[in-house]
């Protein structure tokens, strides 16, 4: 069965670093979204991406962080100054273009810790 | 503000029970509910979705919209000590253009053997 992979599993980071958190969404999806978990805290979107670009982002998605879909099947996340509250679980989802209903799928997620 | 709310729990059930799961949600206008199962430490794994008021029935899992009361829940039949997890209720508003989900805080389930 498809499924969404990400890499790597964990990151570690010093603060003001920058990350670039990769996935491959499922082959077939049209619709890529990225969204954190912080440790015991509600899953939160960041932002949405179609047709190459932003469709949609929440607040949490500032300056500092950016997408790509640098070929026809990555899809990254890139925060160029990492502060120590971006210590979370980061998911990649995909959703097909067919039907209206949203189907997200998850990946297994990045584990980004910043000291 | 835009809200989905879950009883944390945990909920505990015996084995072979029905768990039930509720989920309020803000916006009257909301269209699509999600149900993920979370498992500590892993990321959302979708059970089912629902649009329609009603219920929708998949396996030992059904989920029932209440869009007059703003209420989702999902029962899982003949629970398994594999069920428990984190269930995560997850809705999508109907902005224009809007596909992101908001998600509640979830509710713990605990099915004792």
């Known amino acids: 069965e498809p499924e969404v992979t990400q890499t790597p599993s964990h990151q570690v980071t010093q603060m003001g670093q920058e990350v670039i958190l990769r996935c491959v969404p499922i082959s077939n999806h049209l619709y890529f979204y990225w969204y954190r978990q912080i440790l015991g805290q509600k899953v939160e979107f960041l932002v949405s991406?179609?047709?190459?670009?932003?469709?949609?982002k929440s607040e949490i998605f500032d300056d500092q962080f950016s997408v790509e879909r640098p070929d026809g099947s990555n899809f990254t996340l890139k925060i160029r100054s990492t502060k120590l509250e971006d210590s979370a679980m980061y998911f990649c989802a995909s959703g097909s273009s067919g039907g209206s209903f949203n189907e997200q799928f998850f990946g297994p997620g990045t584990r980004l810790t910043v000291l | 503000q835009k809200e989905v709310e879950q009883n944390s729990g945990p909920l505990s059930v015996p084995e072979g029970a029905i768990a039930s799961l509720n989920c309020t949600y803000s916006d009257r206008g909301s269209q699509s509910f999600f149900w993920y199962r979370q498992y500590s430490g892993k990321s959302p794994e979708l059970i089912m979705f629902i649009y329609s008021n009603g219920d929708k029935e998949d396996g030992r899992f059904t989920a029932q919209l209440n869009k007059a009361s703003q209420y989702v829940s999902l029962l899982i039949r003949d629970s398994q000590p594999s069920d428990s997890a984190t269930y995560l209720c997850?809705?999508?508003?109907?902005?224009?253009?809007?596909?992101?989900?908001?998600f509640g805080s979830g509710t713990r389930l605990q099915v004792q053997p």
């Open positions: 997850a809705v999508r508003y109907t902005d224009t253009g809007r596909r992101a989900l908001t």
């Open positions: 991406f179609y047709n190459n670009e932003i469709s949609e």
